[in-house]
């Protein structure tokens, strides 16, 4: 994502210091999860609150995709999930439970496979590809 930490081909390691593959360029939370936490910590979340670069709406809470799963944000970018994000210490300041009810269900990193430089906007469509 073009002025995100985490642009670009490589970045930096923090546990060696020393430039290695980004497998972090892009992160995605559901809407979903969001929704369920504003309602069980009666606080108020929006889009960008968990630092994510796409907030999705209509795939579930993004907790059961793997390493190698795809998804598809408009017609042509695909990214290939890397991880799933373990929350930050930095949560807490919605709730002090944020952090505890995120596990499982944050926010999902991945590497753009197709579309590099394809603009997004909002209420573009959003899919899991199974393969």
Do not use: W
């Amino acid at each position: 994502m073009q002025g995100d930490y985490h642009a670009g081909p490589t970045r930096i390691s923090r546990r060696t210091g020393e430039p290695k593959f980004n497998d972090r360029q892009i992160s995605i939370v559901a809407k979903e999860v969001m929704d369920d936490l504003n309602r069980e910590l009666g606080i108020s979340l929006e889009p960008g609150d968990f630092g994510e670069n796409i907030t999705t709406e209509g795939l579930g809470d993004l907790g059961n995709l793997i390493p190698g799963m795809l998804i598809r944000l408009g017609e042509m970018v695909i990214v290939s999930v890397t991880e799933q994000n373990a929350p930050c210490v930095n949560l807490q300041v919605y709730h002090r439970l944020t952090v505890t009810k995120s596990y499982g269900r944050r926010v999902v990193l991945g590497t753009i496979l197709n579309g590099a430089g394809t603009v997004l906007r909002p209420g573009m469509s959003a899919e899991i590809i199974l393969l």
